[in-house]
């Protein structure tokens, strides 16, 4: 009797199956063999490519941080999270910028540097509209703008945010934690941002110029809002409620 094309194909994927499933036992299916995303979330059925980023977003979920810092009792969710904080402790800067002098604790740093001051690359676009971004993280805390998701949840009081860092900082004001200390006094900080600023009082650096004099700053937002009163007349930050605009956000919100 002659046999169909679809029952001939569905033959030889079945015994093709059974021959990966021999081959490596941790191919379950032919999905997974050709690369297929087979790993959900237990807790909001998101699937994913590897194991690894499933764990990884379960614990999103979870609150599980099984990564301990050796020089504090700070714990992390990831490795690599971990690793980037204990160079606030080691001062640590093993990635170069193939264009100046600059090094930085973390390599997406680095890039974002290279990108953002040197061959403005801006790689990552937005799925929702035309924007696009020098990093990942950028483009993903922009489209969930688009999308309002907020993944990242308070442990304390379940207060949710749309990125880790305002998470982190948030979760602060319930433990009061300092986890930055300043390396030339006994000054510490809840982030990382104020410490640098910080210590560029006692070294005098002052890294961001104006991009129209002569004058330069210790941190980018001063410089910014010098550019915008001094130079550009910019107002980025219109009022919720009137038509009025500002230069600067503290002067919108007051």
Do not use: I, W
Not at 49 to 67: D, I, V, W, Y
Not at 170 to 198: L, M, N, V, W, Y
């Amino acid at each position: 009797k002659q046999r169909t094309l679809a029952s001939v194909r569905g033959s030889f994927l079945r015994r093709v199956g059974s021959a990966l499933r021999t081959a490596n036992p941790m191919k379950r299916t032919l999905s997974d063999a050709f690369g297929k995303k087979s790993y959900p979330c237990q807790h909001c059925g998101k699937v994913f490519a590897e194991s690894g980023n499933r764990n990884r977003h379960e614990r999103l979920h979870t609150g599980e941080k099984p990564f301990a810092c050796q020089h504090c009792d700070k714990v992390f969710a990831t490795a690599n999270t971990r690793d980037c904080h204990e160079r606030t402790h080691t001062g640590r800067k093993p990635f170069s910028c193939r264009y100046c002098d600059s090094s930085f604790a973390v390599s997406f740093t680095r890039d974002s540097h290279e990108r953002s001051q040197h061959t403005g690359e801006k790689p990552y676009k937005c799925q929702h509209c035309d924007k696009a971004f020098t990093n990942l993280s950028n483009r993903n805390k922009h489209e969930r703008m688009h999308t309002g998701e907020k993944p990242y949840a308070c442990q304390h009081c379940g207060k949710a945010f749309a990125e880790s860092g305002d998470r982190d900082k948030h979760e602060r004001t319930h433990t009061k934690e300092k986890p930055f200390p300043c390396r030339h006094c006994d000054k510490a900080f809840t982030t990382s941002g104020q410490r640098t600023a910080h210590e560029r009082t006692h070294t005098g650096e002052k890294p961001f110029p104006c991009r129209h004099c002569d004058k330069s700053f210790t941190m980018s937002c001063s410089r910014n809002n010098h550019e915008r009163s001094r130079h550009t007349g910019e107002k980025p930050y219109a009022c919720r409620h009137c038509d009025k605009a500002f230069s600067q956000l503290s002067n919108r919100d007051t």
